[in-house]
Each structure stands twice: as C-alpha cells, then as structure tokens.
C-alpha cells in the first residue's frame, strides 16, 4: 500500500501508525465481505437468472425476470403496500414520538419510571407483539371489538385481521406502537440541546408555551426531525418480522410488502431469480431514503 | 422547558398524556391480564377488566411443555453470541475509522453503512446456500454468524461517532509514553467507552431477540429453535385459540431482554442517540 504520499497529509501519523489502523479493521471487513456484500452481490446476480428449485444450476435469462415482474400488475399492488404502509406507519409513529418526548421532556413525579417503561413496546420480541396485537384486534374476542361495541362507535364487530383494509391499518398501528419508543428516544437526545436561555429569552417576549414550541424548540429539533423521519422510513421499509407473523401479507396479498414477497417467492415458492428480482426493486425503494440519510452523516463529517 | 402551571396547560397535557399513555401501556396490561384468565374468562365477546378468578395455569402449562426453556436458552445463545461478536468487531472497525487516517478509509466507511439499505431477505437468499455449504445451517453459529447482518453497519456508526468525541490529544500523550496501539485501545479508549460498547451489544442482542426472518429460515430443527418461531409454530396453527397461553409465553419469552432494559436503558437512550443527533 503506497503510504508515503499520504504521509505529506497528515505528518502526524507514522506510517505503522497508519498500517494498524488498517488493521485494525480487518476483521470488521472479512466478516462484512462474508456475510453481508457479497451475499448482497450473489443475489443481484441471480436476479438474473431463473433459479427455481426443480432446477440443479442456475440459468441465466438476461432481464426476463424484471421484465415479468413489472408486467404482472401484482408488482404494483405490493409495491404501492409497501408504500401505504411506510408512510402511514412512520408518520403516526414521528406524530407520537415526538409529542411524547416533549411530555417526557418536562419533570413531573415519576417521569423517570414512565420513561424507561415506554421502551417497553420497541423491547418485546416482535413475535410478541404481533400475537398482542392479533389478539386485541380478534374478531371474535377481541378487546378493541369489545371497547367500539361498548361505547357505540361500531353496532357490529370488525374482523380486522381478514378484511383487507383492516389488516393493513392494523399492521400500521402494531408498527407505529413498538417504534414509538425509539422515535422518542431519538427526540428526547434532540430536546437537550434545546437552550433555556432562548426559552426565557421568547417567555421574556411575550411567548406561551405555543410561541415557546413554535419559535425554539421545533425549529431546534428540525435536523432530529429529518434524521428521525429516514431512519424511520428505511426501518418501515426493512420490515417484516411484525408483519409475517401477524397476517402472513394476507388476507390474499393486501399486507403483502415486498420484505414478504421476497421471503414467500424464495422461502416457499422456492423461486430464487423472481425473489431477487423483487428484492432488487425493494432495494432500489430503500435507496432513496438512505442516500439522503448518507449525505447527511458525510456532510457532517466535513 | 414548557411551564404547566394554570389548569388550562395542565388540561392540554392530559389531553396529549392519556391517549398516548393509554395506547402505549394498555396493550401490555391486557397481555398481563389475560395471562393470569381462565380460559372462561378469555373467550367472551364483551370481556371483564380484572379477571373474578386469576389463575398461574397457564404459566404451569407453559413450563411443562419444556420447549420454552430451550428456546429460551437458544436465544441467549444466539442473540448473545451475536451481539458480542458484533461489538467485538464494529469496536475495532469504528476505532480505525476515527482515530486513524489511511488510503480507502472514507470509501470503506461509506460502503459499510450504505449495507443499511441492503434488504435483509437478499442477503438471506445468497447466505443460506453458503451456511448449507459450510454446514452451518440449523447450528448456533450459523445463526451468529447471520446476525452480524443485523447491527454491524449500525453499531459501527454508533460507535464511530462516540470514539470521535473522545479527544485525540489523550491518545497522543499515550504514544508519546512509548504506549501500543492496542495497550491504547484497550486500556485507555475502551473504559472511557463503556456506555457506548453497552449500547450497541444491547442494540445487537435486541435485533437478534427480536429476529423472525433468519431464525425461521436458517433453524428447522425443533430443539435449536429460538423464541420467536418458537411462539409462531407453537401458538399459531395447531392450536391457535390457546389465548392465555400464547400471552403467557409471551410475558416469559420477554423477561429477560426487558430485565437487561432496566438496568442498561439509562446508557442506552444516552449512547443511541449520540450518533444521530449530536457530533
């Protein structure tokens, strides 16, 4: 490795210096090379080819997969779930995150313990949470049922999980309640930069709590808020634990996200090429959250 | 910061407390409750609050069965295993990212944390024929080697950002002592990094905890299983009314990950967020 025109960069690192921090990453980038990039690349290179699992070898058909899964109308329903579904979830889950990190924000008897008890819902297994949630919103015995029934909001009860639009809000809402508590966390690290000298300074101004969040804090809290919002949605997108395990994507394919096409097309169809296809248009979606979130972390580092 | 002193402010507050704290904390209060129901109790259309008679049944059943104990001790296993290894190597990886400068080293950097929007299943996809090959499905440490994928990219970055903050002149006044570069690390870097190595193997461990995706793919054999298809084959399908049942398992299957919240939650808000936010 030709160190010694580097040398004249940075004079103060010798040259060993330099060759063990090379080493020193070594084994961060075997195992990464091993498990996570070339994986990734093998399965970019068999989105191009047919692969299914009466076949002994691969065979390579060009772009004919992409071009059969942009075709079938199906790709566009999933596609276009996915999307409702990211949205949706990461805009619920940003609304509450942040009003419940402004309330944690301010001291009160007990903060500390409701505090650490609303990570509760992002620490269960989400095998967990997906039964919690496929038993409150239980047709038949169902508790939300139950409630709405009591109180009059519905004459008859919703068998959310096998109707369609009430699988995926009920998909939603399972996600936005075990992300709230890192959206939080994250607004929570975001509200102790806020200076309590421009607080006085507005309160000095004439501002109400109203003017004190309009004017200082939320304005404060706008990077948080744009990381926050990436992170949530490249999370939303990666998704599929929760969702497997609570509908399967079904009732027929209305919670169907391309996580769980790709794992249904290579874990039970047993169709390799179509899943990498799949997962490529997934990880073409993913890229365009994740490209900002990367220009963000560069920029700051100068 | 805000000041809810007039009953007005205090109105507003609950207005925004009770909803949230309801949809956050009653969720895990109906599992409570209906852990401790006999059965009874749990399959009526309009249920009671608090069960007339409470009952530890279902708890007996679930141990047993037997199965929860192995899944659970497969679980400590891998996700440990996991976490540990992850640590172990985004240490290292972040240290050389920050505090040293090489050729490549921006490049590099960039390329491990765009591996963030690599889809999960298509690393699946081409990591299982490679395990089979290896003859490392359905074992341990086929299923610790995937759970890198999970937390690596991540847990360097956080990791990174915590090493940059800790200044370089500390690190200097060591070499100039004669001090090596992994005495440094280890005896003068690391105790300063306590809370952030923490963090991350908290981070790691919860990722693989919570995994569906690879442990129902890379585990077929029933008593390697981890907890979370463990809980999926067991309660949904062959007998999929088992209500009680399914949330007490559900209680046990949590403990100890929510027990290692408690102690390690302080350090975890703190080291999470350092990266993203602040630096």
């Excluded at chain 1, 939320?218 to 949530?232: C, E, F, N, Q, Y």
């Excluded at chain 1, 290579?266 to 890229?287: K, L, N, P, R």
Aim: charged share 10%; with cysteine; aromatic share 12%.
């Amino acid at each position: 490795m030709p160190v010694t025109r580097h040398r004249l960069r940075t004079p103060g690192l010798k040259a060993h210096e330099r060759r063990t921090g090379f080493l020193l990453l070594v084994p961060a980038l075997i195992a990464f090379s091993a498990v996570i990039l070339w994986p990734f690349l093998q399965s970019l290179k068999l989105s191009l080819y047919k692969f299914t699992i009466d076949m002994e070898q691969p065979q390579f058909v060009g772009l004919q997969n992409f071009s059969r899964i942009l075709t079938e109308p199906g790709t566009l329903t999933i596609w276009l779930n996915t999307l409702v579904f990211v949205v949706a979830t990461t805009t619920l889950t940003f609304i509450m995150g942040l009003a419940w990190a402004l309330m944690m924000n301010q001291s009160f008897k007990g903060r500390g313990f409701v505090r650490a008890a609303s990570l509760l819902p992002w620490v269960l297994p989400t095998t967990v949470t997906a039964f919690l949630a496929a038993w409150i919103f239980n047709g038949q015995y169902g508790v939300l049922n139950a409630v709405l029934l009591q109180t009059g909001m519905i004459a008859e009860p919703i068998t959310w999980l096998a109707e369609q639009k009430g699988a995926m809000a009920a998909v939603i809402i399972t996600k936005a309640w075990l992300s709230v508590p890192l959206f939080m966390a994250f607004f929570l690290a975001g509200l102790q930069g806020v200076s309590s000298d421009q607080v006085d300074a507005a309160r000095v101004d004439g501002c109400e709590n109203a003017g004190v969040l309009r004017y200082v804090v939320l304005p404060h809290l706008a990077p948080t808020m744009i990381i926050v919002t990436i992170l949530g949605a490249m999370g939303n997108l990666q998704a599929f634990d929760v969702i497997y395990a609570m509908t399967q994507g079904g009732p027929i394919k209305a919670t169907t996200m391309l996580s769980v096409e790709v794992y249904k097309q290579a874990f039970q169809s047993w169709d390799m090429g179509t899943a990498c296809a799949v997962g490529v248009v997934w990880f073409v979606t993913i890229a365009v959250p994740t490209v900002f979130y990367l220009r963000i972390l560069f920029k700051r580092e100068g | 910061m805000l000041k809810i002193l007039s009953w007005q402010s205090r109105l507003i507050f609950a207005a925004f407390f009770i909803p949230i704290a309801a949809f956050l904390f009653l969720p895990l209060m109906w599992m409570a409750l209906t852990s401790i129901k006999p059965e009874a109790e749990i399959f009526v259309r309009i249920p009671t609050l608090w069960p007339s008679a409470t009952t530890l049944q279902n708890y007996v059943n679930l141990f047993s069965r037997g199965d929860m104990v192995v899944q659970l001790k497969n679980s400590l296993i891998t996700a440990g295993g996991g976490a540990i290894l992850t640590v172990i190597l985004a240490t290292y990886a972040a240290y050389s990212f920050a505090k040293f400068r090489y050729r490549g080293r921006k490049p590099l950097m960039f390329l491990m944390l765009s591996a963030q929007m690599f889809p999960f299943a298509m690393m699946l996809i081409s990591l299982y024929p490679m395990l089979q090959w290896a003859g490392l499905l359905n074992t341990h440490l086929g299923l610790i080697l995937a759970y890198i994928i999970l937390a690596l990219p991540s847990g360097t970055y956080m990791l990174y950002s915590y090493f940059v903050n800790i200044p370089t002149e500390i690190i200097e006044a060591a070499r100039a002592d004669g001090a090596g570069e992994l005495y440094i690390l280890h005896r003068i870097v690391l105790p300063l990094a306590m809370p952030a190595l923490v963090t991350v193997g908290l981070y790691s461990f919860m990722w693989a905890w919570n995994d569906l995706l690879f442990s129902l793919t890379l585990i077929t054999q029933p008593d390697l299983r981890t907890v979370g298809p463990g809980l999926l084959l067991n309660y949904i399908g062959e007998s999929r009314s088992d209500w009680g049942g399914a949330m007490a398992a559900s209680i046990v299957s949590s403990l100890p990950v929510v027990i290692g919240f408690a102690f390690l939650q302080r350090f975890f808000i703190q080291g999470l967020t350092a990266g993203a936010v602040k630096s």
